[in-house]
């Protein structure tokens, strides 16, 4: 298998208060809209997809028909260009709705990060020091 991931699918219960929340606040690029039943926005390189938590619980199988606890073992990361940007995403995305669940902060390993929770509990990482960050991962 190729070492690549194309699109997260993310389950949500209200697809329209979901689209508001990526694309009228945040400024997600799409063009779909609920009434496509999906919505599939344009990143820089992943492409990001909401679609109904019920339909996608359904596609995967009947065992997976509950939602997952508060914390599902996975988080999105989004990378800012400087260590000021992390808090200010923050607020844009409190202000669009979501939760902060850990407020910007200086990390262990010498970057900036903190984390919200979208409207449907998705937790998504924002990170400042993106250099450091690649030098991690290479």
């Known amino acids: 298998m190729e070492a690549r991931v194309s699109i997260?699918?993310?389950?949500?219960?209200d697809l329209q208060r979901s689209y508001d929340f990526y694309h009228n606040k945040l400024g997600f690029p799409t063009s779909k809209t609920p009434d496509d039943g999906i919505i599939f926005f344009k990143t820089s390189g992943t492409c990001l997809a909401l679609y109904p938590h019920d339909k996608l619980a359904e596609d995967v199988g009947?065992?997976?028909?509950?939602?997952?606890?508060?914390?599902?073992?996975?988080?999105?990361a989004h990378n800012v260009r400087q260590k000021h940007e992390v808090a200010e995403v923050l607020k844009q995305a409190e202000d669009a709705g979501a939760t902060i669940v850990k407020p910007a902060q200086d990390?262990?390993?010498?970057?900036?990060s903190g984390y919200f929770s979208d409207l449907d509990g998705h937790l998504w990482k924002l990170l400042g020091e993106p250099l450091i960050l690649m030098m991690m991962v290479l």
């Open 8 to 13: 997260i699918t993310l389950g949500v219960k």
């Open 107 to 112: 990390t262990f390993w010498g970057g900036h």
């Open 62 to 76: 009947d065992d997976f028909k509950t939602p997952p606890s508060k914390f599902s073992g996975v988080t999105l």
